[in-house]
């Protein structure tokens, strides 16, 4: 069976923090491979630098977040959404995760530390030198991170979150995050809200998935 999951997402989305164990746990199921795509949530125009109104609009996400997912985001991030001078653009930490894909690093373990850096760390992921740091830690060879970051160009970054977007649509889905099961062509959008708080139920229900060969 033809089998990938779909995951739309964008690394400054809360809700796909609140989604990060969901995606941990999708990356255990055999035999199923996963395909990053980054939507540009905060992308040009969207990009802006926080002010005291997008504060309270984040934080009350947040409460939500974490009353259905678990996930709390640390004072850390708090403290740098408060400083005056946050700057919320996700373009950025695309171009990094398909930099980091070319220089021969895993997408999604990027992606996911970029998740943690930002919500938990409260580091100022569209800020270059962050991004560099990351993908060392990240075990992803410098010089090949940053000459593939150098040499990829705005139209290739707006091009991947361009597609990102017309596959949202076409799916169906309201936002980020989505997951999108395409078995032999055919594509199928996942409820994960239902397991939001739940990742073992989320990787049993991939597994029925892959082990009765059929989208539900």
Known sequence: MNVILHYIADPLCGWCFGAAPLLAASQKVENLPI???LGGLF?????????????RYIMSHHE???QLTNQTPAEKMSQLLNSGTA???????????????????????????????????????AEEETLVQIAAECGINIDDFQNAFNVLSEAAVVKHINDSRILLQTIGG???????????????????????????????????????????
């Not at 695309?94 to 996911?112: D, F, V």
């Open 64 to 66: 939500r977040i974490t």
């Open 43 to 55: 992308s040009a125009p969207n990009n802006q630098q926080v002010d005291a109104a997008m504060v």
């Open 174 to 216: 309201q936002g980020f995050p989505t997951f999108v099961l395409e078995q032999n062509g055919k594509l199928k959008m996942l409820n994960h809200q239902r397991l939001f708080n739940n990742p073992t139920g989320w990787q049993e229900s991939l597994n029925d998935i892959l082990i009765n060969e059929t989208i539900q």
């Open 87 to 125: 700057v919320l653009d996700s373009t950025p930490p695309i171009k990094a995760c398909l930099a980091a894909e070319q220089a021969g690093g895993n997408i999604l373990s990027y992606y996911q530390a970029l998740i943690k850096a930002h919500f938990i760390d409260g580091l100022r992921i």
């Open 35 to 37: 395909q990053l795509h």
